[in-house]
């Protein structure tokens, strides 16, 4: 551990100018002197101790970077997958204007951002057609996004289809978010529903590979990664927030509020119905329905 800087001339260095004569380094008479000298060792190495310990809370303090993950702990931050030290801690030192800013879109926009090792565009979408964007560190929002679904209330319209057919009354509900993560810095491997195998492969029925590597299936995320992300998202949105899902796509056409018709796009059904089960209207339940856009990987339901 790199240590903080020694304190100025330690007792053990001004002993001999602070006893008198009789005390001194003498030859065959420096008993009481080796006394004072073990004395002032021990209080010198308590007193370097106490000021490494009130240092140690300083981030950026003499260039040490050993105490930044504890400090982030202690603060409620998570150094960037790819964040540089120097910049982590300069976050540490806002630490307090950030924890005001928890519970927003903006916030947890720019904290997934900053996290993500290779820093995409976070997109945060509202049911109501509230779509919060964070890209390249810089946030935007738009609101009332034209080209949505269609169905009752006054913001029918608005948004883009995300549950009009499975739960069309849930229209206002402008607590269900969407995040969109593009481009997804983990690659996908295999199909929506399938397992991965050992050898890469993948296929309905092959063994749970992705699971023995550690990795998980759909896309090759770490449980490192999972916890991290999903830790963050539970940390920065509000206790009102109900996330229905984290969407990771690659393709950049998906999700833009300035796009809010492309195709792939959701369709009415990717709320509470996108889980295993019969699709809308009947037939056999599967886990991969043709509502959800195969080309994307999704963590959830409901993130609470």
Request: glycine share 14%; net charge positive.
């Amino acid at each position: 551990m790199p240590s903080a800087r020694p304190i100025n001339r330690p007792w053990i260095v001004r002993l001999a100018s602070a006893v008198p004569a009789w005390l001194q380094n003498r030859p065959g008479l420096q008993v009481g002197y080796k006394i004072l000298w073990a004395w002032m060792l021990v209080l010198d190495r308590a007193t370097q101790a106490a000021l490494e310990g009130v240092r140690a809370g300083w981030p950026g303090y003499d260039g040490r970077t050993d105490n930044s993950a504890l400090l982030g702990t202690s603060r409620g931050l998570l150094q960037g997958e790819t964040e540089t030290a120097t910049a982590f801690q300069a976050r540490l030192r806002n630490w307090i204007t950030l924890s005001t800013e928890l519970g927003g879109d903006p916030r947890m926009a720019l904290e997934l951002y900053t996290y993500i090792g290779n820093n995409p565009t976070i997109r945060i979408w509202t049911r109501n057609g509230r779509c919060t964007t964070c890209a390249g560190g810089v946030v935007t929002r738009v609101t009332g996004v034209n080209g949505g679904w269609t169905g009752p209330g006054a913001l029918s319209g608005l948004g883009l289809n995300w549950d009009s057919l499975s739960n069309p009354e849930r229209a206002e509900y402008w607590w269900d978010t969407w995040i969109i993560i593009c481009p997804s810095e983990m690659p996908s491997a295999g199909t929506l529903g399938n397992r991965l195998n050992l050898d890469g492969s993948s296929g309905s029925n092959s063994p749970a590979g992705a699971a023995v590597q550690g990795l998980g299936i759909g896309h090759l995320v770490t449980r490192s990664q999972v916890s991290a992300i999903l830790g963050l998202v539970r940390k920065l949105k509000g206790k009102h927030v109900n996330v229905r899902w984290i969407v990771w796509t690659n393709d950049t056409t998906l999700f833009d509020p300035a796009n809010p018709t492309a195709t792939g796009n959701p369709d009415g059904a990717w709320g509470s119905w996108a889980m295993w089960g019969p699709p809308p209207g009947g037939g056999t339940p599967v886990s991969n329905w043709p509502h959800l856009n195969a080309s994307c990987r999704f963590w959830g339901p409901n993130i609470q």
